[in-house]
């Protein structure tokens, strides 16, 4: 049973790219959570979703960010015009209901690098 | 709204000593759940214990012990005699009922030295 995998582990963006970053829950998990954890801080919530629903945004910035979990495929992540400032590891989990009493299944990380 | 303080951001200890690394959360909602992480070196984060509200028995296991003490708002972790392998940042968090995003603390990097 695998576990939640993202994708790239690492990705090199120069300033003003776009970042897309991927997350593929647990098999029959249809809840995803995206969290940032800037260098030598702890994690920040930035959205939770279900498929083709976004459930609670209140964690993302305003301007350049977005997600999306489609009904077929993986979670992404998306940062548009890139800054030195969205430098940071990006950590999806996974979680197969809405109870909170369910354990939060986390994926490797994604480490983005803005130059 | 909800916090989680680590009060220690760095502990170093010699390997076999016991280490306590604090816990204390904020927190209006009478229902909610604690949790403590692991994220090695290597970066990814390992679940270490889930504790609801309702249940302050502290709990072991192996060399690793949890005291939840609703009365203090704390969730505290000793690892006893500790070993270079436990060298590790510590995370704390709290998610609540309505919600399950998880709210962090800024982590315990804890350096085991042998």
């Known amino acids: 049973n695998a576990g939640v995998m993202q994708n790239p582990r690492h990705l090199v963006r120069r300033r003003g790219q776009e970042a897309r970053l991927r997350c593929s829950p647990m098999k029959g998990h249809s809840h995803v959570y995206w969290y940032r954890q800037l260098p030598e801080e702890g994690l920040k919530f930035m959205v939770y979703?279900?498929?083709?629903?976004?459930?609670?945004e209140s964690g993302m910035p305003k301007e350049r960010f977005s997600a999306e979990f489609p009904k077929e495929g993986p979670s992404i992540l998306r940062i548009q015009q890139v800054v030195r400032g969205d430098s940071a590891a990006y950590f999806c989990?996974?979680?197969?209901?809405?109870?909170?009493?369910?354990?939060?299944?986390f994926g490797p990380g994604t480490r983005l690098t803005v130059l | 709204a909800q916090k989680v303080t680590q009060a220690q951001t760095e502990i170093s200890v010699v390997e076999k000593e016991d280490v306590t690394l604090d816990c204390v959360y904020e927190t209006r909602d009478t229902t909610y759940y604690l949790f403590w992480y692991k994220q090695p070196p290597s970066g990814e984060l390992v679940f270490l214990i889930r504790r609801n509200s309702f249940d302050e028995q502290n709990e072991i296991s192996g060399r690793y012990s949890w005291n939840f003490q609703k009365s203090t708002s704390s969730f505290n972790f000793t690892i006893t005699a500790s070993q270079v392998v436990d060298s590790a940042v510590y995370f704390c968090a709290l998610t609540r009922m309505a919600g399950n995003m998880l709210t962090f603390g800024g982590g315990t990097r804890l350096m085991v030295k042998p």
């Open positions: 979703l279900q498929k083709e629903n976004i459930i609670d």
């Open positions: 989990a996974s979680s197969p209901l809405w109870d909170p009493n369910n354990e939060q299944f």
